[in-house]
């Protein structure tokens, strides 16, 4: 694909990272600028996960994560097979750096126990909070029902470790990088226990003969 | 949790699929996602599999909509520069 970025195509700017001497040097050099504008661009998009952090703090993690983005684009040059611009296929890594930074800015000082917390309550805050406004006596028997369903799913059906993370991530919005980090693991390991935490919901849900349009119907308040 | 984000997982939990990719895979399959849609194709078409995946991870979902996001600027010439991003954190 002869995609042009900033002046070089895709086979340009391979031959240019994989040779020596100035041409490389050059490369680096711009390839690392661009890494670090799209750093600052997640960082700008995303300034609430560093409040109270200062300026210049701010723009030493974006250097940091541009530099870390550039040793892992230069790791992974192989695995790049030209099904898009080079750079856009480089940014990834820097967005995905600079993602997992501000995540655990944000969260930090947190206790895995205060953001493993869980109880029933949880569920339906809101259903019991404006209940007196719209619930009828039909639909809180159902909201019950599907309520003792999805809590015996969870108490009973998940392992210790997918109850954990589905707390965590669907409950208390922990961001998938940090659970990673606090579980020692990795996304692929948390994603694939949040995906066997669904399917034995969904199961669940339709062993009882519940669809979703039914189901969202239910918790929808009318208009 | 919110109305919304209950109405969000229950649609997850329906939407949830006996095979799922991976987030490693789909890492090294949304340059090409953003790609196709910045070229005007219909991304989601082309790769259910991806948009699936995107639908369902919020971590892989904020990622793509950034370097989306990124690349539709870049393609317009509107990519700020590193001074701008630079001063427009305060």
Not at chain 1, 122 to 129: D, L, P, Q
Request: proline letters at 2%; a negative charge.
């Amino acid at each position: 694909m002869l995609s042009m970025s900033d002046g070089r195509t895709n086979e340009e700017w391979l031959y240019a990272l994989n040779t020596s001497g100035e041409i490389q040097e050059t490369a680096l050099t711009d390839l690392r600028d661009l890494l670090l504008r799209a750093a600052l661009y997640f960082f700008n998009r995303n300034l609430a996960d560093f409040d109270g952090m200062n300026r210049d703090k701010i723009l030493h993690c974006a250097e940091d994560c541009a530099q870390e983005a550039l040793i892992a684009v230069l790791n992974h040059l192989l695995d790049f097979r030209g099904d898009s611009k080079f750079t856009t296929w480089a940014y990834k890594f820097a967005i995905n750096t600079a993602l997992m930074t501000a995540r655990r800015e944000r969260w930090k000082g947190r206790s895995l126990e205060e953001l493993s917390f869980f109880d029933n309550s949880m569920f339906f805050e809101w259903a019991m909070a404006d209940e007196s406004s719209w619930s009828t006596p039909d639909r809180s028997a159902l909201q019950d029902e599907i309520s003792h369903i999805l809590r015996e799913v969870i108490e009973h059906d998940l392992t210790e470790k997918q109850r954990q993370v589905l707390i965590m991530m669907v409950f208390h919005e922990v961001p998938m990088d940090e659970v990673v980090q606090r579980l020692g693991t990795n996304r692929n390991a948390i994603y694939k226990m949040l995906h066997d935490a669904r399917r034995k919901l969904k199961n669940s849900l339709q062993a009882r003969g519940f669809e979703v349009g039914e189901l969202l119907a239910l918790f929808r308040e009318p208009r | 949790m919110d109305r919304n984000r209950f109405e969000n997982w229950l649609k997850n939990i329906y939407a949830t699929r006996e095979e799922e990719i991976s987030c490693s895979e789909c890492f090294d399959l949304v340059s090409r996602f953003v790609e196709l849609e910045v070229a005007g194709q219909d991304a989601a078409a082309r790769m259910p599999e991806l948009k699936q995946h995107l639908d369902q991870c919020r971590a892989c979902r904020d990622e793509y909509e950034s370097l989306r996001d990124l690349r539709l600027l870049e393609e317009k010439g509107e990519f700020p520069s590193l001074d701008d991003l630079q001063n427009s954190i305060q």
